[in-house]
Structure formats: structure tokens, C-alpha cells
């Protein structure tokens, strides 16, 4: 029996891992190794010499064993510090593993944090430690963090969040490849920093000050148009979002896909790896719908509106999608009816109406009658690695504005008619052009009843005898919208053409000559209608009146039985 215990004594004896003590902080040798901002123990730096005491040390259990972190400081270095800040060194580390257990699968070592005042005579000004800590990492896989107590975030409410961003930083070069760590100095810094920024605030989400000034770096970014890749913890934002989306548990998992080459290049092939074009996307609508919240669901104050794009007229706006940029801002109409077109189809942009919460495509389409005027948001970001031109296009079909100035309808002319004599080639033939073949097309107009009109695109041809110089004319007439309104009183019918024209080519013999011309706006003229027919004359300013035939296509209104 004694022979069992002593055997199975042994047993659990080898099977419990190895582990290493903590360094000796009163051997210099060890304490060099906190040396980070002697940049690799550069002789002109102080060394260290303090007299060290163990200011709390405790084991928390990590998913690859028992690991401890405990925290070292000058037993005279406390004079200076902000009152209460020492006790939050300690509420930082046992909050950094409550937020531990969120994460999932992970390597971490033993943790030392060496509290600090300005020992380096590097404090000079507050500015000078943004995070007021550095970590490192020494031979025996121990994770070493500075800690500097009169830092600009060296005041207590800062603490807990400055802790627990240095102790993910330890995850991290526990964690992750070596080609990864060096990355993460340098290009990789978006990922590096942002995700110990969003661990910070797992870590205390009741702390929302310096999460908040994360929005104004983030915003500082979007301003300067720098690529995300180029954030350090402004990247906060994208981790943020990410909580919301993927949760914490996908955290490591992201990060073991991130780059481990340091180039630009390299850190988009892992962003496109990772995340799809639409992922990329829903990032960059969440922000400039300002959804994206702390993970504690306390809001972010952001205050950048982006780059409007405001179409009053028809005109294109063009703009270019540097990769990996966010471009967001308000989209606005004028009152009418409105065509889009978005150039190139593939470009990765998404639209929001103002009021309510789901993004979509950009519609083809967007009137603005009923509310006078319509406004969205937009996002689009470019995920390649060059710079993509964007045209957008926005055509008023029709706009709100009365035509000549009058409301005035008649219900007779409500409805749809196909053009059946007279028009432009019979008024041409009139006056002598010679036309020896046409054909003009079939040409139909619809009236409603809100004063707006419709016209169909047709095709048309003709043929002129012009002696040895023939000509021949083939083109179409672009579907057309506009305004009408009549005079009652005089019986004049005022069109407003908000939209269309015609285009073609007309064959010379020297060669051919194309033909483009827009719509001709307003045209006033003579009108008398019927249940059957529409007469009209309009005056062309030289010779006599233009006048057409029309042919009601649909039943007249009921108001004219």
C-alpha cells in the first residue's frame, strides 16, 4: 500500500507542469529587462536602482494552466503618485482576468508589473507615455510591463483600463507568432492596439473616458483619410464594432489571422482574408450611423458628418476610394423624381434613409415629391490595394416646381396618346426640306393628374435628297419626364421637360456627324382636346405653326361623362 501512495504520489507530481519562479527584482540583470525605453539597453540610459517590494502577487487559472501576476515597485516610489492609483494597479489585473474568461483559447505567461514613477527621466511632459505603460517580454517567457505612475494616465481613473490593456499585450506575444509581434510594432499597430484597447474596456466597462477619446482618434483618421491599417488605438472603433458583430470569443481567432510581414500590402491580404467586402462594409455603415457602442452599451460621442454629396441639379459627383479609407457622409436630393447611377456596379457602397435603421443598395430610383426634399447617409469603403474612381450620377427626371408657373390642369388631357398626324417631319415637309423617307417612330405621352408627364423613347429615321450631297438621319428620343400645366382661359398647354433628348448619327458623304442635344425645357402652346383627340400648335419662330395630332391610347377620365 505504501509502495501505491509513493507511485501515485510521483505520478501527480510529474504530472503538473513545470513552472518558473518570478524573477529576482533585486538581481540587475533581471530588472534590465524592463529597460523597454532604453530600446534594448542603449548604455546613455539610467539603470534601474530601486529597492523592491512585492506590492500583491495571485494565481488565476488561464486555459493552459495555473498562471500568477503579481506587482513590484520602489518602496519609496509611492510619494508622488495620485492618491488611490496603487490600490487600482491591483483592481486592474483582477479585472484583466475576469475579462479573461470571455476570450476563449489562449497563451499567456507569469505577469510582473513594475510600478514606476518618472525613473527614466523620460516623463518630461505628460504627452510623452500616452498609455503610461510599456510591456516586454523576458527569456523565461515572463511578461514584464512598466508602469508609469506620473504618466498623463497615471491618475486612478485611468488605471484599471491601462492595466488591462498591457496585460492583453502580454496574451499577445504569448499568443501570436514572432513575425506577428513585429508586425504589430509597426503596420500591425491597428490590430495590436486597437484590440487592447477593446480588452481594456471588457476589462472596465465602467470606464468610459478614455474609450470615448478613442472616437476623436478614430475620427482624426477618418478626417486625414488615412487607411484603418494606419490607426493605432483609434482602431478601438473597429474592435468595438467587432464585439457587437463576432463577440469576444472570436478575438483570438481574428488575431491569429492578421499579418505576419511587415507591409501595408500584407495587412489588407489578412483584412480581406478575415473579413468579406460586405463585413467591411457593415463596419463603415455601423460607424456613420453612429451605431457602434463600448461593449458595456454605452454610446460613443461621434461628431464628423463626412463628405456631402448634395444633387439640386443633374450633375455627377466623382470621388475616389483610396483602399482600406472610410468614406461616409450625407446624401441629399432635391425635391423631384431622380435616377442613379452608380459607376463602376462592383463599387462596395451602401445607403441609409434618414429615420430608419436598415442599409441597403442605393436605389436606381428615389422620388422626393411627397417630402419635398430626401436625405441618406452613405458609406462605401474599397478593399483592393489601389485606388478606385467612383462616379455617381443623379439625372432629374422631374422636379416639384409648377410648370410656367401654374397648378392648373386639364382632366381632359389625362391619360396616355400616341402621336397619329402632323409633328416635326410633316411641319419640315411643309416648308420644303426634302425628305424623301421617314420614319418618325411611335411616339406616346402620358398626362397625370398631378401635373407631371411621361414620354416613351422611340426610334426614328430619315432620308434627305440633298443633290450629290445625300444624307441620311437615324437616331432615338431618350424617354422623357417633366411638368405641365394649362392656361383654362386662353387654352395654352405649357410643358416643362425636366428630362430626356435625342441622340443618333447622321450619315454625310464626307463621313458621319453625331448628333446629341438635351431636352428643350419649356414649350407653350395652342391646345384643343377630346375624348378622342389632342390638337396642338406651337410656334416654331419662323414660318407658320407646328401643329400635331394625338390619339387618346386609354379611356378618358370619368369626370369628362
Known amino acids: 500500500m505504501r509502495l501505491f501512495f509513493t507511485v501515485f504520489s510521483l505520478l501527480l507530481l510529474f504530472a503538473a507542469p513545470a513552472r518558473a519562479e518570478f524573477g529576482d527584482c533585486t538581481d540587475p540583470a533581471y530588472m534590465d529587462g524592463f529597460d523597454d525605453l532604453s530600446e534594448g539597453g542603449d548604455p546613455t540610459m539610467p539603470s534601474l536602482d530601486i529597492t523592491c517590494v512585492v506590492e500583491f502577487e495571485f494565481e488565476y487559472r488561464a486555459p493552459h494552466g495555473p498562471r500568477r501576476i503579481r506587482g513590484i515597485r520602489d518602496i519609496n516610489a509611492d510619494w508622488a503618485f495620485h492618491e488611490g492609483a496603487l490600490e487600482q494597479v491591483e483592481a486592474g489585473a483582477h479585472a484583466a482576468v475576469e475579462a479573461m474568461s470571455q476570450l476563449g483559447d489562449f497563451e499567456v505567461g507569469d505577469i510582473t508589473l513594475l510600478i514606476l514613477d518618472d525613473t527614466y527621466g523620460s ?12 510591456t516586454q517580454e523576458n527569456s523565461n517567457g515572463e511578461c514584464l510591463v512598466d508602469v508609469y505612475m506620473l504618466s498623463a494616465m497615471g491618475a486612478p481613473e485611468y488605471m484599471i483600463a491601462v492595466i488591462a490593456h498591457e496585460i492583453f499585450h502580454c496574451i499577445q506575444k504569448a499568443s501570436l507568432t514572432a513575425g506577428q509581434r513585429r508586425t504589430g510594432a509597426t503596420t500591425g499597430a491597428w490590430w495590436t492596439e486597437g484590440s487592447a484597447e477593446y480588452f481594456a474596456a471588457l476589462a472596465d466597462p465602467d470606464d468610459s473616458i478614455v474609450s470615448r477619446g478613442r472616437a476623436r ?50 495587412q489588407r491580404a489578412a483584412m480581406r482574408a478575415t ?104 458609406a462605401a469603403i474599397n478593399t483592393g490595394d489601389s485606388a478606385q474612381p467612383v462616379e455617381l450620377e443623379g439625372t432629374r427626371i422631374r422636379s416639384c416646381e409648377p410648370c410656367n408657373d401654374s397648378e392648373e390642369i386639364d382632366i381632359c388631357l389625362v391619360g396616355e396618346w400616341e402621336v397619329t398626324g402632323g409633328g416635326p417631319i410633316e411641319w419640315m415637309r411643309s416648308q420644303g426640306v426634302p425628305i424623301t423617307n421617314a420614319d418618325p417612330g411611335q411616339r406616346i405621352i402620358r398626362f397625370d393628374e398631378k401635373g407631371v408627364y411621361f414620354a416613351k423613347s422611340f426610334a426614328g429615321s430619315l432620308e434627305m435628297d440633298l443633290g450629290d450631297e445625300g ?35 447622321a450619315h454625310m458623304t464626307h463621313g458621319d456627324i453625331p448628333v446629341e442635344q438635351p431636352g428643350v425645357g419649356l414649350q407653350v402652346m395652342d391646345y384643343a382636346c377630346s375624348k378622342t383627340t389632342l390638337d396642338t400648335s406651337l410656334d416654331v419662330g419662323a414660318g407658320p405653326k407646328m401643329n400635331t395630332t394625338y390619339t387618346r391610347l386609354t379611356p378618358p377620365p370619368p369626370e369628362m361623362d
Not at 516623463?123 to 510599456?134: C, K, N
Not at 482618434?217 to 463576432?246: C, D, K, M, Q, S
Open 275 to 378: 473579413f468579406s467586402d460586405q463585413d467591411w462594409l457593415h463596419f463603415v455603415e455601423a460607424y456613420a450611423d453612429r451605431s457602434i457602442t463600448l461593449p458595456s452599451g454605452v454610446g460613443l460621442l461621434f461628431t464628423d458628418e463626412g463628405e456631402p454629396l448634395k444633387f439640386q441639379t443633374t450633375h455627377t459627383e466623382r470621388f475616389t476610394l483610396e483602399p482600406f479609407v472610410i468614406n461616409h457622409g450625407p446624401l441629399a436630393y432635391d425635391c423631384g423624381a431622380w435616377e442613379n447611377d452608380l459607376r463602376p456596379d462592383a463599387v462596395n457602397f451602401g445607403a441609409l434613409p434618414e429615420g430608419e435603421s436598415e442599409w441597403r443598395d442605393l436605389p436606381d430610383q428615389i422620388d422626393t415629391e411627397d417630402a419635398d426634399s430626401v436625405r441618406y447617409r452613405y
Open 217 to 266: 482618434n478614430f475620427e482624426n483618421g477618418v478626417r486625414e483619410g488615412a487607411p484603418l491599417y494606419e490607426y493605432t488605438y483609434g482602431a478601438a472603433i473597429f474592435f468595438y464594432w467587432f464585439h457587437e458583430e463576432r463577440g469576444p470569443s472570436q478575438l483570438m481567432p481574428f488575431l491569429h489571422q492578421m499579418a505576419d510581414v511587415d507591409t501595408a500590402a500584407a
Open 123 to 134: 516623463l518630461e511632459s505628460a504627452e510623452d507615455v500616452r498609455t503610461g505603460a510599456v
Open 471 to 505: 444624307a441620311f438621319a437615324e437616331g432615338e428620343a431618350l424617354p422623357a419626364a417633366g411638368r405641365w400645366s394649362v392656361s383654362a382661359a386662353s387654352k395654352k398647354l405649357a410643358i416643362c421637360q425636366d428630362s430626356g433628348g435625342v441622340r443618333g448619327t
